[in-house]
């Protein structure tokens, strides 16, 4: 009975998933007619307009344009040259705009409306790099949704995001805005938040079109500084680089953004090799991609084209199918399809994707559907939004140590003091992106400390961290030498039980265009935990920061360490609710926290050389440092529980397996503490050797936990030949026979370990 009703259920489920295809495609056939008419319709110039972006007359996310001022913006708008628009949000502006497009214009085609939407709207959801730090995908699934539902009722139908670039290199100021170091974990969270973007129909008014950014490579580049050279071998690209982008393509994302850089020699906007062959062709992706902000004209700066016009014939040709503030095609297409340079079914293709986006999200059906007053007054910072970013705030944090028992903090009779410009600033915890926010509306440590009544709290700055504005500009100057509120903090601290120190970057010490050269803590903030440190050993540090910081001093000496990012809007609570023990932190490090910037890039899945390890004592040939370990100061996958976990019984189905079989993993892992705890368990495999060398071990799965104390549970993995592929020397995805390790554990310093054979 019981298998005849799994039977009856699978026919339905399968039955149900088929008609949705159906549905599906009959939508697709029509909307790909409706553009072909349309098309048809167009004069080339209408076409090239669709193919420009331009920034609206608010926020500016890059260098001005010399070319571009509001009049001839309004200019082309009428005369429908520009087919979409970025940085102008709320829905009266964008009513404005769309109006002019839509009733001004001779065809009347609709604007694509874009924002960078990157961790949150006005409810600012915590940094992309934080909220890898959960592992919970639907958490982050749901980070995406909010976000989207925010914007779409302000207007926007299309979010720059997410950013899926992985980086080895925390120099990098963007590392805040990607998923870290790994191409694994990246893949299914760049999946995740595509479908928390798109959802399942992206006519509906809460959803918005995703963007997979930047293709490609963007954070490899050299040295960490923003924008630079990058060079990298086509086993690193594919292996490493591409995975998450591809990713992104399976969950259906409608777009993608090229990156500024060049790759090998050649400028990613300009590249055909990614945008046609890889992305277009061998993926079969059916989106638009939009060049970066003016990366079409800085094809000049990187030499590789002559002038504007030759950077627009490359990028065209590559296959930049919407040039994002260049006024590139806007110049120079027209010119350049008369003289033969550029082939005019380029330009039908890269229109037809475009508008066939534009169909996808109901714009030609109602270009005003973004444009909802009511919703927008109802939908942006809801109870409902303001609830769902403070679960993904506290499933962001990871404990990095806790000595003494010093957290959880009890509830009553301790007298805590608060150390840190970082403690009150509300502005910092919203991060860098966070344009359509409100300035200072995060939830500061010390008002969601001070919700805990029963304890007394007293705050002293100790330090300023940053003196003048704090934005995209550059006027920001560290503070280096005003040291003057040291002595008041260290007499703080000498009269109270514990102190917790918020100490970090401010908001806009990472983000685009802000790469460091050290990992410290910035300015003077080192001088003050030290001196604090000299008459008050209780302190619990709770880092601010949008990057992996060298806290060697730290670790070795500061009894408890709290990673909190930059957490969005609710911070403090999310913050206070873990120092308190309401909220038992989970969250694993993304990305490795070195113990000098000589280190960099360190990743975990490093390969092995051919001199791993000390030959002899004392002897020097091997690959290592003089003047430091190769260990990282905490490792990928890293992070405590106020509770503990105990490993044990790993069995595998079998030690040898060929393709259409299957392994099953198990082990059994216990919460030995005394409270209730969550662990992501991390299953981790290498293949020990290959047509190419391959990394010593790699993320191949994870699961997160749920225990109770004393309670114990199986956990089990499948391994499949799928998993075992990579880009091989044959140049294509296979996995080969041979020899595995596997692994298993809370990090990627993993506990268990097995082996098995992938036969022929
Ligand atoms: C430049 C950034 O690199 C990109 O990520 C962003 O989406 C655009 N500016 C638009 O603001």
């Known amino acids: ?13 399968w039955g149900k998933l088929h008609a949705q295809e159906t549905v599906d495609n009959v939508k697709q056939t029509e909307i790909s007619q409706k553009v072909e008419v349309l098309l048809a319709k167009m004069t080339l110039k209408e076409k090239i307009g669709q193919m420009n972006q331009y920034n609206g007359f608010w926020n500016v996310t890059g260098p001005a344009p010399t070319n571009g001022g509001a009049a001839i ?21 964008v009513r404005k705009v769309q109006k002019i497009a839509v009733e001004e214009t001779r065809l009347g085609i609709p604007l694509i409306i874009g924002f960078d939407v990157i961790h949150g709207y006005k409810t600012i959801s915590p940094i992309p790099l934080a909220e890898a ?59 995740a938040r595509v479908k928390g ?25 050299e040295s960490g500084r923003d924008y630079n050279t990058v060079d990298v071998g086509m086993a690193t690209l594919q292996n490493t680089i591409f995975p998450p982008f591809k990713a992104t393509v399976d969950a259906g994302v409608k777009t993608f953004m090229n990156s500024f850089n060049e790759l090998n020699g050649i400028p990613a906007t300009g590249n055909a090799f990614l945008q046609r062959e890889i992305l277009k062709k061998e993926w079969g992706y059916k989106g638009f991609v939009v060049s970066d902000w003016g990366s079409i004209n800085e094809m000049v700066a990187h030499g590789y084209a002559k002038d504007k016009e030759q950077a627009s014939e490359l990028a065209a040709n590559a296959g ?70 403070l679960d993904m705030a506290k499933k962001s944090i990871v404990l990095l140590k806790n000595e003494k028992a010093l957290l959880p903090l009890n509830k009553k009779g301790q007298k805590i003091a608060v150390i840190g410009a970082l403690a009150q600033d ?4 919203l991060g860098s992106w966070r344009l359509a926010a409100d300035d200072n509306t995060a939830i500061s440590v010390l008002e969601g400390l001070k919700n805990y009544k029963e304890n007394t709290i007293t705050y002293a700055k100790g330090v300023v961290l940053t003196e003048g504005k704090t934005d995209f500009t550059l006027e920001t100057k560290i503070n280096e030498d005003d040291a003057s509120g040291i002595a008041e903090a260290v007499a703080l601290a000498a009269k109270n039980d514990v102190v917790i120190m918020v100490l970090g970057e401010n908001g806009f010490q990472s983000g685009e265009g802000r790469s460091r050269t050290t990992l410290d803590l910035p300015g003077l903030q080192q001088k003050l935990l030290e001196a604090v440190y000299e008459v008050n050993k209780n302190i619990v540090l709770v880092l601010m920061n949008g990057r992996p910081l060298t806290i060697n001093w730290a670790d070795e000496n500061v009894p408890a360490i709290v990673e909190t990012w930059h957490l969005g809007t609710q911070s403090g609570n999310a913050i206070a609710s873990v120092l308190y023990g309401d909220y038992n932190p989970s969250g694993k490090l993304p990305m490795t926290f070195p113990k000098s910037v000589g280190q960099i890039p360190i990743y975990y899945n490093y390969k092995s050389t051919g001199r791993p390890t000390i030959p002899a004592p004392n002897m020097v040939f091997w690959s290592h440092y003089i003047d430091e370990s190769n260990e990282p100061l905490y490792e990928f996958g890293y992070g405590l529980s106020y509770t503990s976990f105990r490993y044990s019984n790993l069995k595998l189905s079998k030690s040898t397996f060929k393709n259409g079989e299957k392994i ?12 209730e705890g969550k662990e992501v368990v991390q299953l981790y495999i290498q293949d020990k050797f290959a047509s190419i060398t391959r990394p010593v071990k790699e993320l191949k799965g994870f699961k997160i936990i749920s225990l109770k104390p004393g309670e114990s549970k199986e956990v089990g993995f499948i391994i499949e030949e799928e998993m075992l592929q990579f880009y091989s020397a044959k140049g294509i995805w296979e996995a080969e026979e041979g020899d595995f390790n596997v692994f298993v554990g809370g990090s990627s310093n993993t506990i268990l370990e097995s082996e098995f054979e992938l036969v022929d």
């Not at 298998?3 to 339905?12: H, N």
């Not at 670039?165 to 299914?188: C, F, H, N, Q, T």
């Open 664 to 675: 099953i993993l198990s082990c059994t892992l216990t919460n030995t503490g005394k409270i």
């Open 1 to 13: 009975m019981k298998q005849v009703l799994i039977l009856i259920y699978v026919i339905c489920f």
């Open 426 to 429: 509300k502005n910092s915890p």
């Open 133 to 191: 730090a959960s592992w919970d995908l639907a958490a982050i699934k749901k980070s995406a949704e909010v976000a989207a539902s925010e914007a779409a009722a302000s207007g926007i139908n299309w979010t720059f995001a997410p950013m899926v670039d992985i980086s080895r290199d925390a120099r990098w100021g963007r590392v805040m805005e990607g998923a870290g170091e790994d191409p694994y974990l990246g893949s299914k969270i760049g999946y």
């Open 73 to 93: 913006k309004y200019e082309h708008l009428k005369s429908g040259q520009v087919g979409s628009m970025l940085n102008v949000r709320g829905v009266a502006e």
């Open 197 to 221: 973007f798109q959802g399942d129909d992206l006519s509906k008014k809460n959803t918005i079109a995703a963007c997979a950014k930047h293709f490609a490579a963007y954070g490899f580049a």
């Open 320 to 389: 930049s199918d919407m040039d994002m503030e260049s006024y590139g095609y806007v110049n120079h297409l027209e010119k350049l399809i008369h003289k033969g340079k550029v082939d005019i079914r380029l330009i039908d293709d890269a229109v037809k994707r475009i508008l066939t986006v534009k169909y996808e999200l109901g714009l030609f059906d109602d270009p005003y559907l973004y444009c909802d007053e009511k919703l927008e007054k109802s939908v942006i910072g809801s109870p409902e939004n303001q609830a769902a970013v």
